[in-house]
Each structure stands twice: as structure tokens, then as C-alpha cells.
């Protein structure tokens, strides 16, 4: 668990934090978004102590920051760098063996972690021997998040870790970080500039605007009517159509709904499955000029997904 | 390609002005007489239009055909003129003025203007070629070897250099260990003060403005400022005087040469941490490295190339600096250059110039061959063809 107390940090005059109070518990991914020069980064550093703060304190894990030894509490918080930083004189794979060599990893452990995460960046393993200079910007990224993956940090601190990775990819990877996730349930505090990429890896948004948290919720509790105010225009007005892609069609509790009676022309085919996204349902919607659609369950039975569930689903999370 | 052949040019140019207007050397029936002058025609002979004219459409041709590709035949050139000055060297030694009687036994042979013009412009032209370094060190050998097999007795340097031959290697391996090993005991404490500096931005002024101060004291007046303390060091230490330090000699010449290395190491290890990016730096500091480990697999791997390229520098200028050892009895070379100047024989000082210089140039080359090795086994790669994947 990571939590921040009164935190607060300036350069100069210039204030980069203002008093920050928030909370991560165990296992949960805290997005931080918000306009450049805002105190993402700074917030972020605070907690491993790349940054020294002013006033306030970091406790992890139930204990101040301060109260570890920095090697120690670096160690154990996985931690990509803005700007990626590789280590150019390493190979890739030095580079992600950098933390389990410090915790005194075997080699033969070390080989099978490092293929293992560069499986989950879809690299090939031709790049263990490269250098990053050889590498393009959203490759070094994803060298980047293997390298703060790799000693299996149960807290991560991520900067814009995907922000030069083409959109298929960044929505590959983002879906296998949601799977990292799942399974491992590590402590994450992720930032990002990208409103839908918070959407879908949020637990909570937290939105920051010069140096203060302006508001901390989860992603579905903006979906619902927001006050005039930077919040609702950071997070832009189609909000609500942006968060659909976060919840799948199985989040509508299929199985309670009435079944299919109209005729089915194009047979099975024409009916989606419970793993659609419900922005891709709005637009299947759309596309065929319907009000309702088929839905094929694993039980063989064809269900009915109204306009009106989904909008009633937003409003049911947004509450 | 424009710069090779720049290069090449002005060494035709001068080649060319030595030719036509320079004295080759100075005849003198012995040590204290007036000189007559040498002009080229008089060195070659009777086929010196030909010789002279010949050489100058060579090098002509080089200079100014060599780079294009049609001529490509030319790149031969720099490696026919090795042996042209030691061959000039022979003649020069041999010539004899029209109607002068002289003593072999005394008579000497002083190299002029014309002389030396002509080495430094085919040295050029050499350069100015792929390899050229290479090409450059064999017109030096040649030189050398033609003084090495007695065929110069005539020369004056060959005869300053058989007087003092007792002192010559002598003096001239004093002059190499003070030059080498003030720079070595000048890298660890140099690379220590750049550290530091980048580390502490407070520091940084004080220790950047301390080590600028040696080099900005007069290196003569910098020997008297240290002869001071270190006599009355010896004076009141008896320990110091059995070491052998006292306010001459050796000690205070090897102090002065270490303080005057420490700036070019300093100033660049500092810039070799300063220019490693901020964000390797912190993502080593992220990923839990100690202070030691961020130097010692990050900030001073990356910042080597640039490190070894300030110690090439310190070398190259101490072994010209160590000259001034000579001034206060710490040996070297400067011993017989400033014994030259004492007894006005210009020959002596040139001929303990000349080491000088061939030190400085070849240290400088060796230094260059090691610094791609370096370059290359940091790894820092830009360039993916050259690791061939
Ligand atoms: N090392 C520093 N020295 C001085 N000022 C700094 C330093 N680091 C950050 N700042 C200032 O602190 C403020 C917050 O910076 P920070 O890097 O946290 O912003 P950010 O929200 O991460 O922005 P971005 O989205 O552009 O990365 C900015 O105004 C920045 O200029
Ligand atoms: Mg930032």
C-alpha cells in the first residue's frame, strides 16, 4: 500500500506539488493524468524517493520512505523512467537483468524471466543482443517496462511507460498489462496524458492539475453529470462514449435478459458475443440501424441487448 | 573529401616554395665559422631541374587529381615519398660548395629554412592520404635511418648528436618517465576531482577554478612558485631530503607536470559525466544502484571515450612541458635544448627538439589507435551496421 501525506515539493519557486494526499491500497492501479507541468512525474518520483519532498511524507508498505535504506526501497518498486532511460553500453538483455543482478538472481532464473517478459512485449528474442541504440523509440519503451517488470516488483511506478508504441500495439500491450494485472495484483501508479488509456487500466483516475489532485475516483464515477470545471474539460465531453470500451458486454448481465425472438437471417453469425466491448455494441448498433441486438451465450441461448441497457449500465456505474 | 586534399595542396605549396626559393641548408668549414648556403640545385646536382621538377608534378598531381576517382592510381604517392627526404638528408650531408676547401674532420652541414619546409610539406601531402599516419612515421624512420647507418656525417645535428651521445638516450628515457608518469599519477585524482564536481554542484566552481589556476600561472613561474616550499621542505624534513625532494631537480619539475595534467583530465572527465543523459543516470538511481555502482557500470564506462580523449591531450602537452625539467636540472631532453641555447648552437637545440616532437606525435597516433578501441568495447552503438547485424 502506498500513501502519500500533505506532500509537497517546489523547485525554486516553483511549485511542483501542493499538498498531495492520496491513497493506493494493495493490488489496485492509480492512474495519475493531467496537463504537462502538473507534478506527474514529481509525484511519481516522490514515492521512491528520486525526489526529496519538502514537506509531508510517503509511507510504503505501512513504513515512512525515509525509514528505508534508498538501494533497499528502489529495489523493490519497479519503476519506468519518462524518457525510458537504457542503459546504452548494455545489451537489452543486460539492461533488464540490471535489478535481479543487483538482488543477486541466478543466471539461469534471470534467462527464463527475461523470456518470459520480452514473450509478454511481443519482442522477438532476437533483440536479447542488440543495444538500445539500435532500437526504435517504442521498442526501447517496451525494453523499458521488461526492465521494470523484472524483478517482479510488487510496486510499479510507471511514466508514460507506452507513449511512443503505435496504437495496435499500445492496445496489445495495454491489454496485457490489464492481464498482469489480474493475475498478479501488483501496486501500480501509472501516468498517462491518454484519457482512454486511463479508462482502461484505471482502478481509480486520479486528475491533477498544477501540483494538486483536482479529483480521485474510479474510471465509471465521471461517466455522470461532472460540474463546469477543468475536470470535465481535461476529460472531455464524450467522456461516456470513451468509457464504454472499458466494460465488456458481460458486465450488462447477459443471462438476465429477455431472449432474442425475431428471426435470425444470417444465422449464428449475426449474433456478438459476451466479449465485446460495449463501445464496439454502440457501433454494431449504429452500423445496422438497430435499436436491439442478438447476443449468443455459452449456454446456446440468444439473448436481447437493448440501446437503453447500456445507457442504463453507464449511469448504474457512473452512480 | 575536401580536407584531404586542402591538405595535400598546402603541402605542394610548400614543397614547391622550398624548392624555389629557400636555402636547403648551411656549409661551414667548422663550428664557429660563418655558414655558406645550400641551394637545392647544389644538393641534387646535375639532374636537380629534373629531380626537383619531377617531384613537384607528382605531388602537383596528387594534390590536385587525387581525390577524384579517375586517378585513383595516385593514392600511391604518399607512399613513394618516405625515402625522398632521407635521401635528401644524404645529399645535403655530401654537398660541397663550388670553390670551398674544407677539413671532412670539422666541416659541418647545418639544415635551413628550405629544409625543413620541404619535410613539413611532404609530411602533409603524406597526411593528407587514407592511412596517412602511417605513411607520415615511415619518413620519419627513413630520416632516421639513414642517421642510424653513418650516412650523414656531415650533418650538424649528427655531429651534436655524437658529442652528447653519452647523455642522449639518457636524457632522452628521463624525459619520456617524467612526461608518462606525471600524467599517470595526474589521471586518478583528475578523474576523482571531475567526479566530484559533477557530483557537487557547490564543488564544482572551486575545483574547476582551482585546477584552471595552474594552467593559467606561466608553467616557468609555476616552477618557482613550487621550488620554494619543496626547499624548505627539504630544509626542515630530513625525511623529505632522503627521498631526494628538494627545491630543484627532479621533484619539483615532476609536481609542476602533474598539477599542469591535472586540468586537461579534469575538465573532460567532468564533461565526460556531465554529457551521460539524465535520465540513464536516474534509472540507475531508480533501479536501486548504489552511488559506487551508478559510477562504476554507468556513469564512468559512458563517460570513458571522453576521459581517454583528455588524457591523450595531458600527454601530448606534458611531453612538450617537460622541456622546462631541463631548466631546473630535472633532466630530459630540456637539459640539452637549454645547453644549446646557452652556447648558441642552434643544431643542439634542434636536435633535442626533434625527439620532442616525434615523441608527441607518435604518442599522440598510438593514443588515437587505442581510442576506437575503447570507443568500441564500451559499446556504445550508433551505428548498427558496424556490429554487423
Ligand atoms: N529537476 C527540476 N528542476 C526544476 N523544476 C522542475 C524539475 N523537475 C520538474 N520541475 C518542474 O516541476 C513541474 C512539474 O514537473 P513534472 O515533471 O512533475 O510534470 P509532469 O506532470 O510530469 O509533466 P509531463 O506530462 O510533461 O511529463 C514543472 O513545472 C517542471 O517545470
Ligand atoms: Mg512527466
Known amino acids: ?319 | 573529401m575536401g580536407a584531404p586534399s586542402l591538405k595535400a595542396r598546402l603541402g605542394f605549396a610548400l614543397v614547391a616554395w622550398a624548392l624555389v626559393g629557400l636555402p636547403m641548408g648551411t656549409f661551414r668549414p667548422n663550428r664557429v665559422v660563418r655558414g655558406t648556403p645550400l641551394g637545392w640545385d647544389l644538393v641534387l646536382g646535375e639532374y636537380a631541374f629534373v629531380l626537383g621538377g619531377g617531384l613537384l608534378l607528382l605531388m602537383g598531381a596528387y594534390a590536385f587529381l587525387g581525390v577524384r576517382k579517375r586517378f585513383r592510381v595516385l593514392g600511391a604517392v604518399p607512399w613513394l615519398l618516405p625515402l625522398v627526404p632521407a635521401l635528401l638528408l644524404v645529399r645535403l650531408s655530401a654537398a660541397v660548395p663550388l670553390g670551398m676547401e674544407a677539413d671532412p674532420a670539422v666541416l659541418r652541414v647545418s639544415l635551413g629554412a628550405g629544409f625543413w619546409v620541404f619535410l613539413a610539406g611532404v609530411l602533409l601531402v603524406q597526411s593528407a592520404g587514407r592511412r596517412g599516419g602511417w605513411a607520415a612515421g615511415l619518413t620519419g624512420c627513413g630520416l632516421l635511418v639513414v642517421a642510424v647507418l653513418g650516412q650523414v656525417p656531415h650533418l650538424a645535428l649528427y655531429r651534436e648528436f655524437m658529442n652528447v651521445r653519452a647523455n642522449f638516450a639518457m636524457e632522452l628515457r628521463r624525459h619520456l618517465v617524467l612526461a608518462l608518469v606525471s600524467v599517470l599519477v595526474a589521471v586518478v585524482p583528475g578523474i576523482a576531482i571531475g567526479y566530484w564536481c559533477y557530483r557537487y554542484e557547490r564543488a564544482k566552481e572551486w575545483l574547476l577554478g582551482a585546477v584552471n589556476l595552474f594552467q593559467v600561472i606561466p608553467t616557468l613561474s609555476l616552477l618557482g612558485l613550487v621550488m620554494i616550499p619543496l626547499t624548505i621542505l627539504a630544509r626542515n624534513v630530513p625525511l623529505a631530503a632522503e627521498l631526494g625532494i628538494k627545491g630543484i631537480g627532479f621533484a619539483p619539475a615532476f609536481l609542476v607536470l602533474t598539477l599542469y595534467c591535472l586540468l586537461p583530465i579534469t575538465a573532460n572527465a567532468y564533461a565526460g559525466f556531465e554529457q551521460v543523459e539524465e535520465a540513464v543516470v536516474d534509472s540507475a538511481a531508480a533501479m536501486g544502484m548504489t552511488p559506487r555502482q551508478i559510477f562504476r557500470s554507468v556513469l564512468f564506462p559512458l563517460a570513458l571515450p571522453v576521459i581517454y580523449s583528455g588524457i591523450r591531450t595531458a600527454v601530448t602537452q606534458n611531453i612538450g612541458n617537460t622541456i622546462l625539467a631541463g631548466l631546473i636540472g630535472g633532466g630530459g631532453m630540456g637539459a640539452l635544448i637549454f645547453l644549446g641555447l646557452s652556447q648558441s648552437a642552434s643544431d643542439l637545440v634542434v636536435l633535442g627538439t626533434i625527439p620532442v616532437v616525434a615523441m608527441a606525435l607518435a604518442a599522440d597516433g598510438l593514443l588515437k589507435l587505442g581510442e576506437g578501441y575503447w570507443t568500441r568495447k564500451v559499446g556504445v552503438v550508433d551505428d548498427p551496421v558496424e556490429t554487423g547485424q
Open chain 1, 1 to 319: 500500500m502506498i500513501q502519500l501525506k500533505q506532500v509537497s515539493k517546489s523547485y525554486g519557486s516553483q511549485r511542483a506539488l501542493a499538498g498531495i494526499d492520496l491513497e493506493i491500497p494493495q493490488g489496485e492501479c492509480a492512474v495519475l493524468i493531467g496537463p504537462s507541468g502538473c507534478g506527474k512525474s514529481t509525484l511519481l518520483k516522490t514515492i521512491n524517493r528520486m525526489v526529496a519532498v519538502d514537506g509531508g511524507e510517503v509511507v510504503v508498505d505501512g513504513k515512512r520512505n525515509t525509514d528505508y535504506a534508498p538501494e533497499v526501497l528502489r529495489r523493490q518498486i519497479g519503476y519506468c523512467i519518462q524518457g525510458v532511460g537504457l542503459f546504452p553500453h548494455f545489451t537489452v538483455r543486460e539492461n533488464i537483468a540490471v535489478v535481479p543482478r543487483l538482488l543477486g538472481w541466478k543466471e539461469r532464473e534471470i534467462d527464463g524471466r527475461i523470456r518470459r517478459l520480452l514473450d509478454m512485449s511481443g519482442l522477438p528474442s532476437s533483440y536479447l543482443g542488440k543495444k538500445p541504440g539500435q532500437l526504435s523509440g517504442g521498442e526501447s519503451q517496451r525494453v523499458g517496462v521488461c526492465r521494470a517488470l523484472a524483478a517482479d516488483p510488487p510496486v510499479l511506478l510507471m511514466d508514460e511507460p507506452f507513449g511512443a508504441v503505435d496504437p495496435l500495439t499500445r492496445e496489445k500491450l495495454q491489454l496485457a498489462f490489464n492481464q498482469i494485472q489480474e493475475e498478479l495484483k501488483k501496486t501500480v501508479v501509472f501516468v498517462t496524458h491518454d484519457v482512454e488509456e486511463a479508462i482502461l487500466l484505471a482502478d481509480r483516475v486520479v486528475v491533477m492539475n498544477q501540483g494538486r489532485i483536482v479529483s480521485n475516483k474510479a474510471p465509471g464515477k465521471f461517466a455522470g453529470l461532472l460540474e463546469e470545471g477543468f475536470v470535465k474539460s481535461f476529460l472531455g465531453n464524450e467522456y461516456p462514449l470513451r468509457l464504454l470500451k472499458r466494460y465488456s458486454a458481460k458486465a450488462l448481465h447477459l443471462e438476465d435478459k429477455p431472449p432474442w425472438t425475431n428471426p435470425l437471417q444470417g444465422g449464428a453469425g449475426e449474433c456478438l458475443t459476451q466479449e465485446t466491448n460495449l463501445k464496439e455494441v454502440l457501433s454494431e448498433m449504429m452500423r445496422r440501424n438497430e435499436q436491439a441486438l442478438p447476443f449468443l451465450l455459452q449456454d446456446n441461448r440468444v439473448v436481447q441487448v437493448e440501446y437503453m441497457d447500456i445507457v442504463h449500465h453507464l449511469h448504474a456505474v457512473s452512480k
